[in-house]
């Protein structure tokens, strides 16, 4: 079907240019998570970034993946973030400085850390194509949509990954309330 | 060489392939550009993390890296015609949701404390 | 009876255990006491009086039971000893101890240290390294017994009178008793150690019997200074004795004797040695010059005392060691002219200083040292036959002068100083007849003992052949003893003419007390008088069979026909001129004390003694000598050198502690460094290394979580750069 897999292109012409849009769309939103004083700021722009790279979810054809993406992180986690930082903003705004004082290491860290990065980026063989390069929209033989492909095999070759999901929700929810309440006394 | 080839009906591009003796400047993106976006997102995010004063802007920072790694999975899902990695990366969505909620009550909680997000004054560990 | 001489110095010992005993029972209630003094004096310890009468001691009666018994054994056990002593003598017999007879008695082995004869499985070892109790009879012994045993029990019986009165006389009579013992076992000793034994024993009673009145520190004095003096003359003793056994390994008289007889000639510098060893003691006993100085101090003692020791027995032990050891002597020219010498000096050295003196006893003192000297310049010239038979005259008339100023003290009730007396011839007749006859028999008057006995000595001494004297010697020596003749003779009459004639110059308190003295101690005044008159009559030297003494003596005395030093025998006329010059000179003598003190009261020789003051101060200050002992050695050596060897100690000895302790302190403080720079310094830079440790690892501990996160990361680096590498 598609032939372009086989030789390891995957975007091509006008998807490319989209590609490099989303791209710097993200890096920048990020930069400007990081970089934002301002806490709201801050999740704001991380909200677009959870935006963009669902748009890029989606040009990779994952369709299923970047909708949850839009629901669970933009609609859930980003709605909490911003709920914590109403209930905790009075007390952050008078001058603070937003970067800490190892940013300059850091800083130095993360490029030291771009070194082997290109190394392997330039000597790592990935393995071949695979034949069939649609798989991850088939069933079997049928092809179907992503959902339906992910469901598929969600439910039946990750089924206790998935339960255990599940539990760990619940856990963290019950911890999240546990956490959250008042009554804890004072630790010094 | 052999020109560009369109990719998928979703997007709405659909063309007729192309010939190879069309080249205009088309964008030919393999996976090493979304290793290297990848990359970068994650870098930005480690850089948060290591760097932000607000705990709150650290979490987000973590968001970023959890960002950057589902991209990576996404992509090598294509590449590898696979569905694990998209698997995978709902898991590590869900993951992420969980954490995030424990980590703001972990937040509600410090502030009730210290009456401060800032993590500089959280070191009490030191010596 | 013979066998039994062993006997005869035991009964005196035995007197004296029992006499001790009673004395100690009696008075170990009474203690310290002055009693009643019935002639009303205090004992003074500065005043003449101190100087020997009982009634300046203190002292009270003793019970009469006791005095008896002490009277009975003091005395008693002496008679015996005498009888014994002459009851051996004619057993052993005259004539057989004239041709020589030894009888040797043997008690036990005192010290067996080797063989006697040679063992059977040892041939040719012979050590004779042993020394028995043994007992000598011959001639020479023999007379010393005949007169000490006699004189002895005679002073005994004088004593019995003269301390009569007094608190102590058990413990007298104790002493005496212990004296006899030890003269007894000196002179009849067949060895040299049991002499010695004898000779040591004497010393020590001297020393008890000077210091009897031991509350006077005057007599104490004087008992220490006669046994100080002593031990130095001992000291050259025992030096000698060591040299005879050296040299003969032995001691026995015999053994020693026969071998020195057969001894070669080369043996003379060892012989010489030893004699002057020996000589050296006997100048210490015998009171010769340097060591006579104890002699007159003595005289604190009691006057019996001084008769018995200090005349007629211990100070003669010299002289019998001497003649007992002519042999050794006669192998040694050089010895026997030192003691010629020694003997000629000292006789003419206190002979001036009796001119001067005007104590009784001192004078009578200085007296003694001279005749002793006299008895050693015969020794000295070979004459031991003179110098013994005038120890026996001496004895006789020395004794009976003692005694005689015993009585005239006794009668004066404690005065000495001649010039405080003066007209007793008619007051105490006996005392004074017997006094007179001893100071003729002493100036050497004819036909009396001590004419002959001087006499025989001036002769040997004029004709000495002293080999390796110069030839001027005998001269000399013969010179000095006739002028010390007449010195003798000046002295004695200057004594009794001060004593006995002219007009009393003491108190008429005095005066009235004078009385004679009780029989007990006139009789022997009288005996000995008796003794002194006729006791030369032995030695009668021109007539044929007149020399008795010589006769007797000849065996021990003059054994030896290789002998080097002989004493010769003059002719007859030479004889009778030497016997004349000694009658004119004692006759001169005589004559001006007659002029001077007799009849001129003193005055010349006050006037002599005006005009040479210093002469005189330096005679009757007996020349200093004792002063001069005293600075060099009392304080001298004695306390100065104590006081440089207590400097000494204080330095250089305690030198060793004192400087261990300051090096001690030094290291200490060495130590202290180190301890405080290095120890401490260790350790201290040992935890601010480790404190700079901390602080370096602290400082990674911000407490801060991104600091973690970052060091983490960093390290994840480095594993995934390595897992890269080395893939």
């Known amino acids: 079907m598609t032939e372009s897999a086989a030789s390891g292109v995957l975007l091509t012409g006008g998807a490319g240019w989209a590609f490099v849009v989303f791209a710097v769309l993200t890096l920048g939103t990020a930069v400007a ?37 839009i629901l669970v992180y933009g609609g859930g986690i ?41 190394y392997v980026l330039g000597t790592e063989k990935f393995p071949e194509i695979p034949q069939n390069p649609d798989a991850f929209r088939m069933i079997g033989t049928r092809v179907v949509g992503n959902t339906q492909a992910v469901a598929w095999s969600l439910y039946r070759d990750y089924l206790l990954p998935f339960e255990v999901a599940s539990v760990f929700l619940l856990v963290a929810m019950v911890g999240a309330v546990v956490l959250g309440k008042r009554s804890v006394e004072k630790v010094d | 060489m052999c020109g560009v080839r369109c990719e998928g009906s979703w997007i709405g591009l659909s063309r007729a392939p192309q010939t190879a003796h069309r080249a205009p400047t088309t964008m030919t993106i393999t996976i090493n550009h979304f290793l290297i976006v990848s990359f970068l997102l994650f870098t930005i995010g480690l850089f948060g993390v290591l760097v932000r004063r607000n705990f709150l802007t650290v979490l987000m920072s973590v968001e970023l890296m959890m960002n950057a790694v589902n991209l990576n999975l996404v992509a090598f899902s294509r590449r590898l015609s696979s569905l694990t990695g998209q698997v995978f990366s709902v898991f590590v969505i869900t993951i992420a949701a969980g954490e995030a909620a424990i980590g703001l009550a972990l937040t509600i909680s410090l502030f009730r404390q210290r009456k401060t997000l800032n993590v500089e004054e959280a070191s009490t560990m030191q010596g | 009876m013979k066998d039994l001489i062993w006997a005869i110095p035991l009964f005196p010992l035995a007197g004296f255990l029992v006499n001790g005993i009673v004395h100690l029972l009696e008075h170990r209630t009474k203690g310290e006491r002055v009693l009643h003094d019935p002639h009303g004096e205090q004992p003074a310890a500065e005043s003449q009086k101190d100087l020997g009468h009982p009634h300046a001691h203190m002292h009270g009666e003793i019970h009469p039971r006791s005095k008896a018994l002490h009277t009975a054994v003091g005395t008693g056990s002496v008679a015996l000893s005498c009888l014994f002593a002459f009851g051996a003598i004619f057993d052993l017999g005259l004539s057989r101890l004239s041709e020589g007879a030894t009888h040797v008695v043997t008690l036990y082995r005192w010290i067996p240290l080797g063989f006697n004869e040679p063992l059977g499985q040892v041939p040719g070892k012979a050590a004779e390294w042993f020394v028995d109790a043994a007992f ?30 007094d608190e102590g006389y058990g413990r007298y009579f104790a002493y005496l008793n212990l004296f006899m013992f030890s003269m007894l076992v000196l002179v009849l000793a067949n060895n040299f150690l049991l002499l ?48 005879v056994f050296a040299l003969f390994g032995s001691l026995d008289f015999g053994r020693v004797f026969s071998a020195a007889a057969a001894a070669p000639a080369d043996v003379t510098p060892y012989m010489t040695l030893i004699c002057v060893c020996l000589f050296i003691g006997a100048c210490g006993k015998s009171a010769q010059f340097p060591l006579y100085v104890w002699l007159p101090d003595a005289m604190a003692g009691p006057t019996p005392v001084s008769a018995l020791i200090h005349a007629a027995t211990m100070v003669t032990a010299g002289v019998y060691m001497v003649a007992r050891c002519n042999v050794l002597f006669r192998l040694s020219p050089d010895a026997m002219l030192v003691v010629a010498v020694v003997g000629g000096f000292t006789a003419l050295f206190a002979a001036t200083i009796g001119l001067a003196q005007n104590d009784i006893k001192k004078v009578l003192a200085y007296s003694t040292v001279s005749q002793l000297g006299y008895m050693f310049l015969a020794c000295g010239v070979g004459a031991f036959v003179a110098g013994m038979f005038h120890v026996l005259t001496h004895a006789f008339f020395k004794a009976c002068l003692f005694l005689g100023s015993g009585s005239v003290i006794h009668a004066l009730a404690g005065e000495q100083d001649i010039r405080r007396m003066g007209g007793l011839a008619f ?4 005392t004074y007849r017997t006094f007179l006859v001893a100071t003729l028999a002493i100036s050497g008057v004819p036909l009396l003992a001590g004419f002959f006995s001087k006499d025989a000595i001036l002769a040997a001494v004029f004709e000495a052949h002293m080999p390796t004297a110069p030839p001027w010697l005998p001269r000399v020596l013969w010179t000095a003893a006739i002028f010390t003749a007449g ?28 009385r004679e003295s009780p029989r007990s101690m006139t009789v022997p005044l009288i005996v000995l008088a008796f003794l002194s008159a006729v006791g030369g009559w032995v030695g009668i030297p021109i007539l044929r069979g007149g020399d008795r003494i010589g006769e007797l003596l000849a065996p021990v005395l003059l054994p030896i026909a290789s002998a080097r030093v002989q004493a010769h025998h003059a002719a007859v006329s030479q004889e009778l001129l030497l016997m004349g010059a000694s009658v004119a000179v004692a006759t001169l003598g005589i004559l001006l004390v007659l002029v001077w003190y007799g009849r001129g009261n003193g005055e010349v020789p006050a006037r ?87 602080r370096l690892f602290k400082s990674a501990q911000t407490g801060r979580v991104q600091n973690y996160a970052l060091v983490m990361g960093a390290g994840l680096f480095a594993i995934v750069a390595v897992y890269l590498v080395f893939r």
Request: some cysteine; charged content about 15%; proline content about 2%.
């Open chain 1, 33 to 69: 998570v990081v970089v934002a004083k301002n806490p709201v700021h801050s999740a704001l722009f991380l909200l677009a970034s959870f935006l963009v790279v669902a748009c890029l979810f989606i040009l990779e054809q994952a369709e299923f993946v970047g909708a949850v993406q």
């Open chain 1, 78 to 118: 980003m709605v909490l973030f911003l709920f914590v930082i109403m209930l905790v903003h009075q007390r952050m705004v008078a001058g603070a400085k937003a970067f800490q004082h190892q940013w300059d290491i850091a800083l130095l860290f993360l490029l030291v850390f771009l070194v082997p990065f290109l």
């Open chain 3, 136 to 165: 000598r009879l011959d001639s020479l012994s023999a007379l010393m017994l005949a007169f000490v045993t006699f004189v002895g029990f005679l002073i005994h019986v004088y004593s019995v009178g003269y301390m009569g009165h």
């Open chain 3, 196 to 243: 010695f034994v004898g000779w040591e024993g004497v010393g020590l009673c001297s020393y008890l019997l000077i210091g009897y009145d031991y509350h006077k520190k005057s007599a104490a004095d004087a008992g220490k200074k006669a046994f100080v003096v002593n031990r130095i003359g001992d000291f050259g003793f025992i030096l000698g004795i060591f040299g």
């Open chain 3, 427 to 430: 007051k105490i007749r006996t």
């Open chain 3, 487 to 514: 010195l003798t003779a000046f002295y004695m009459f200057r004594l009794v003419s001060l004593t006995f004639w002219g007009v009393y110059r003491g108190s008429p308190e005095q005066e009235r007390e004078i």
């Open chain 3, 608 to 694: 002599l003694a005006a005009r040479w003051p210093g002469v005189y101060r330096a005679v009757a200050n007996k020349y200093y000598v004792d002063e001069a002992y005293d600075a060099v050695f009392v304080e001298g050596l004695g306390k100065g050198g104590g006081r440089f060897l207590w400097d000494v100690d204080a330095t250089v000895v305690d030198l060793i502690p004192n400087g261990a302790a300051a090096v001690t302190k030094a290291f200490s403080w060495v130590s202290s460094l180190f301890d405080q720079y290095v120890v401490d310094g260790l350790v201290n830079g040992l935890a601010d290394t480790l404190q700079a440790g901390y």
